[in-house]
């Protein structure tokens, strides 16, 4: 069975830090392209970041210098580091295996205070 399975979500204060999981089972996170997005209440998703296989990264402006992703091959999981995280990072966020076209169920991040 092919799946991601997201967790780490939780309510931080503005300038706190997160780190959010993503674990593969059924597919590679290592030999495929990998994608972060978050969905904002009533607003569309949108792309966060990219992974790919030979450790390039891309980021969305609007986090650029504020997150980053990782992966750790041994364990198939991806990483998503959230630093000085603003009320308008909020959101559910989702990774993908853009190869498999193959979503996770989301985690929840709420910045607030």
């Known amino acids: 069975q092919v799946q991601l399975v997201e967790s780490g979500g939780d309510w931080v204060q503005p300038g706190g830090s997160l780190r959010l999981s993503c674990a593969g089972s059924?597919?590679?996170?290592?030999?495929?392209?990998m994608t972060w997005h978050r969905q904002a209440p009533e607003k569309a998703r949108e792309w966060v970041a990219t992974?790919?296989?030979?450790?390039?990264?891309i980021y969305s402006p609007s986090v650029t210098g504020r997150f980053t992703v990782s992966r750790d091959d041994a364990k198939n999981t991806v990483y998503l580091q959230l630093v000085s995280l603003k009320p308008e990072d909020t959101g559910v966020y989702y990774c993908?295996?853009?190869?498999?076209?193959?979503w996770g169920q989301g985690t929840q991040v709420t910045v607030s205070s």
């Open positions: 992974l790919w296989p030979g450790g390039a990264t």
């Open positions: 993908q295996d853009h190869d498999t076209s193959t």
């Open positions: 059924g597919l590679s996170v290592s030999d495929d392209i």
